[in-house]
C-alpha cells in the first residue's frame, strides 16, 4: 500500500482527470439554448468591420440556432445533461471529500511548529547515535574479516 503522500497526489490526479471530463462533457453535451428571441451579435471579423470604423450590416438571421462547429458536440437531453452534470458534480464532491480526509490524516497537523521542531532534532539525534552504532559494527566486521582471513591463510600453509 502506498504511503499517505502518493495516495493525496493520486487522488489530487484522479479529481485533476475529473474535472476535465466533467469539464469535455459539459462542453461536448450541453443542450443548444433557444435563441430565437434574441438577435446574435455580429463576430468580430474583418468583414464586419470597416476601414472607417462602422459596422457593417451582416446577414444575421434572427430565428437561426446553429450548434456550436465543432464535429464532436453530441447534444443531450436537458434532463438527460442535468442528471449527467449531477452526478459528476457529485463525484468532484466526493473526491475532494476524499483528499480532505487523506489531509487530515497526515501527520503533525495537531502539533504546534515548535513540537515539530523538537521531534525532528530528536529524530536527528537518533539519526547520529544509530550511524555511530553502525559505524562500530563496520568496523567489527572488518576486524573479524581479517581475522578469519587470517585464520585461511594459516590453514593452507598447514
Do not use: W
Request: charged share 30%; proline share 8%; with cysteine.
Amino acid at each position: 500500500m502506498a504511503d499517505r503522500l502518493t495516495q493525496l497526489q493520486d487522488c489530487l490526479d484522479q479529481l485533476a482527470t475529473q474535472f476535465y471530463a466533467s469539464l469535455r462533457y459539459v462542453t461536448t453535451h450541453h443542450p443548444v439554448p433557444n435563441l430565437s428571441n434574441h438577435q446574435r451579435a455580429p463576430s468580430p471579423s474583418p468583414a464586419n468591420v470597416t476601414t472607417s470604423g462602422e459596422q457593417a450590416t451582416t446577414n444575421n438571421n434572427p430565428g437561426h440556432n446553429d450548434p456550436p462547429a465543432s464535429p464532436s458536440y453530441r447534444p443531450d437531453s436537458p434532463i438527460t445533461f442535468a442528471a449527467a452534470a449531477g452526478e459528476l458534480a457529485r463525484d468532484l464532491v466526493q473526491k475532494q471529500k476524499q483528499i480532505e480526509a487523506l489531509i487530515d490524516s497526515l501527520p503533525g497537523l495537531e502539533k504546534s511548529e515548535e513540537d515539530q521542531v523538537r521531534r525532528i532534532q530528536e529524530l536527528d539525534r537518533e539519526l547520529k547515535d544509530m550511524e555511530e552504532e553502525r559505524k562500530g559494527v563496520v568496523e567489527e566486521r572488518e576486524r573479524l574479516l581479517d581475522r578469519v582471513e587470517n585464520v585461511i591463510v594459516k590453514v593452507r600453509r598447514v
